[in-house]
């Protein structure tokens, strides 16, 4: 190899101060970075981890009950726009059944002409199509519905994560069963412990809903609904409902436990929106977030993700002095309607307290309302469906905090 | 919950044949399915794994020395376009190095005014942007040359998977360090054991590489390079070095041992092809493929993946007779250029041999070529670069080989 001269040498040194001394005191360049040449690595395996390095999870919170409750994605730790399924968040009644796809069968029945029962094989042997949406849980940031937030934004905004799903389109199987005069809803069940089940309207079932069998690639994750889940484009992560094993078409809501006592809206006159299943557009600053530290003044890149279950990011605007002004986000291309957007803008940090925050508008010309503008409207009574500006504080030190 | 009427029941008893007398014959219909109800399922987790029903790996040849070779995607299993990043090929020289983040610097030097020592934490800072993009190895399907053909899609076609990737434009880096003139070519080098090198011109290192550190939405696999490694947008695999510690500006390419002896096409005439970086348009059958069995005749979903550096895939033709008609497939959108393309068609098997294959399309007007075709040119000496098009031999019995 032609080795570079002496003098590109010396102006190295002069840029390396941070390399320390170690760096081109070897004898040759080619072993002058990191490592140890000629020591063999790890062998070719049949399927990989990630790095002993990498140390992102989900977070739950403790309790005596861990088959029920929420775990949230690392969001502080994502790149890109796509949830890793092993970090995708997880929303359980009575925990993960574990589901031996040879036995497992759908059954659509009720208000239909020709019920039926698919096994897996069949149903992967339909007609298919890929999307990659966003899923969100409709308890998402509830916790900012009150004064006291979560102090990061995995806590705060977890709920949330981004897919490839492939499976066969809902319209198609129920189409094949023909429905029957009069019906207007359907009930779908899921096979856990609880037998989870929520009310669709027909209309949206014969629109765009997904028998979705993978995910990212490969199959469903178990805790994603192995080996069959609803995915319903933009709508609550509740009503995709997992492990699905029942599609009753019927002419009423069931007003399941789900959709009546839990994913409903209570308003400040004491009456509740129900059936409330749209995701709003909303977005959030993933760094720098609550509980990360700037190493110091200079220059950063400001990231986050924004979505809407309405279509796609049109515009994603910053503020650093806590919404006085605002300037536009880069968005990353391709924007998929009903997908994560990663945003980004190149930032200085100047060592002094600031206030950031994002707001997200969609295809439809909806804008993420402010928190103080969400309660005016919903008050402070419902768990769900937040979608206000997120505000992360950065303190002169570099450390941020929530507001 | 209501219940359906008896008449429901006894007309799916008349579709149900092929679900077994259980169905219907339990209490309540929301026991009928699967499963045992009330019976807990397992905890929400940090880290979620794949269902222990799945079973899909990569694939190596048995050898002594299993730190050197490659490891193919189980493409058969495929669903899709992503590739999950545990399943994604691997083709190493040395194994995987283990390295810490904390201590691995990025060494931009040679030809350039301002040589600089980046930390991970430094290149993470910078301007960011993700691409959906498709990497694979020079060398993939290369056992299509000869006669004696990989048994399986796997072994055939596996050297070829997608990511989502995150990381800083290479352009961004080299204006900063300021390529000094006369300048044309940039040593990429690898922290493997090897310490894998290759030279890429200075006109594509400008253009559209990425020093990509994110993989599907987390950190790059160790396997994928760890913490650091080149995206060659479209050309080989080869060439994006991984574990990149190194990139030396120079005058002119360094001939390494995997752009001479490796990775350069043998001609018919004795002369070799060298630096062929650029990957053409190919697609392949993934279902119904080699090793596989349709279970009879009837409605299935025929399925595959196309790719073209070049760009955007426009077109995939599919044959069931060996290539005297052809019918275009659907394809996944959206189409984004340089990356895998689900394609699918729905065929009936009538439970007579065929012999299908698919023909891809690029938006630059280029067709896969026939293995005839492309041996006219090339000859049969070269390992690398094939892109014929793919048969597969659906026979009567619905058994499926290699042609």
Known sequence: ???????????????????????LASATESRAVDGVPGQLGIPLGPYGERSPFEKAV???????TPETGSSFTPLQDSVGAITPSSLHY????????????????????GMVDRPLSLTMAEIRRLPSVSRTLVLEC??????????KTAPDVQRSHGLVSCSEWTGVPLSLVLKEVGIQRGASWVIAEGADACRMARSIPLAKALDNILLAYGQNGEALRPAQGYPLRLIIPGWEGNACVKWLHRLKVTDQPYMTRDE???????MPDGKARIFTFQME?????TFPSGGQTLSGPGLYELTGL????????ERVEITTDGGRTWVDAQLQEPRLPIALTRFRLPWRFEGREELIASRATDESGYVQPSREALIEVRGTNSGYHYNGIKLWRVQADGTVTNV
């Open 306 to 313: 924004a979505w809407s279950g309405r279509g796609r990011i």
């Open 260 to 266: 009546t006592s839990k994913y409903s809206d209570l």
């Open 90 to 109: 997880e929303r359980h009644h009575t925990g993960i059944p574990t589901i031996d796809p040879a036995g497992h069968r759908l059954v659509i029945h």
């Open 1 to 23: 190899m032609r080795i570079s001269g002496r003098s590109s040498r010396r102006r190295m040194l002069g840029f390396g101060a941070a390399l320390g001394g170690g760096l």
């Open 138 to 147: 409709g308890g998402n940031s509830g916790s900012e519905w009150a004064v």
């Open 58 to 64: 989900r977070w739950r919170r403790d309790t005596k």
């Open 281 to 285: 557009a909303k977005s959030v600053i």
